[in-house]
């Protein structure tokens, strides 16, 4: 097995995001590629005090820190 | 379906771009590459206590951290 | 030997793999590829003082310092 | 359209380049290539409290946010 | 020479590995890359006031700023 | 015209090299390749209050922001 | 002449490296590659208060500013 096949079985599942900088966004894994480039439907995350959501998020691979 | 297919559903219309360090660009996206290098027009942003204002902005994709 | 032989070793094992900024994520090395991305099967890590664990984590490559 | 086709697009004219470190450059865009490098003429920035001039600028091209 | 063929000369001997945020580990290098990645065995390093030791360390390459 | 042609009109000229960190660099550019590269005849810069200079330097052209 | 001919005429000679971070090391270059990965053999730097000898440096290139 290769690290991006663990992606693929997550593919339509609701995962946790970390980022580099210590954020974590949540949302169902709808797509990702080499970069680790992901989109995430239903996307939330705190963005200091305040609850973000996002129906459809776009989010580059190169800050990601993990995927869960 | 593959992350760069979810941008060209976003074409043409209005997008938010969050950057790496916080600042979130808005406007309507009309052009973006593999580098996720963007071209957004009528782009807004806060800039400190100032709204910056471009009819036309081309957004280097490597300080991009999620488009919505 | 070259050092991915070293980590294809360590497949199955419980491994520490140690990221850039200091935190340490305990885990079983279920998968890796040339990008040092890593999948981890009960991945542990204090967060904080909050103890973390995920069943499965995919991890990117370009946060790790070592794998032991 | 491509991002890079909006360079191609402000070729001779008066443009503004904001670096990632908020540094704004105003000059008139001669050349551009696809690692986004830029001829600037008649470029000028605010270097702390001094305003600088430069008959001809090669400005690199990873540290720029943005053109427009 | 070239600066690869340095390390090979290395091999099986004791090294020290200074990392680019001044932590420096010592340890029998037991294999290389051209990305600088790096095998370690008996690896030692002082981590705040705690000595670390490992019997196999893989060292990702990328934040290391000299090996002697 | 790319912007690397810009470079060619600058050999053998009195150049300022300004670094991403602030530094600027003034020497005689004697070459340059397509990673930014460089290398300066009489090179002189202040390092804090010292003036340091240089017969010869060749510059890594991934900290340089601009050439001028 | 291309950057790294430049480095070539410093082979087997006394070199000054100095690194992103300030650091400055001297010794006689004895390889270099297209990364400007180098080898220094009698290497010495002052680390903090401390000054370090190094009978045989590689170097990663990365973090170099610039050799002279």
Request: net charge negative; proline share 1%.
């Amino acid at each position: 097995m290769k690290p991006l096949d663990a992606l693929g079985e997550l593919l339509d599942q609701q995962v946790l995001v970390r980022l580099k900088n210590g954020l974590e966004i949540r949302g169902i894994l709808k797509a990702f590629d080499i970069h680790i480039n992901l989109v995430l439907d239903n996307a939330e995350f705190e963005d200091g005090d305040i609850e973000r959501k996002f129906k459809k998020l776009f989010l580059r691979g190169d800050m990601i820190l993990f995927v869960s």
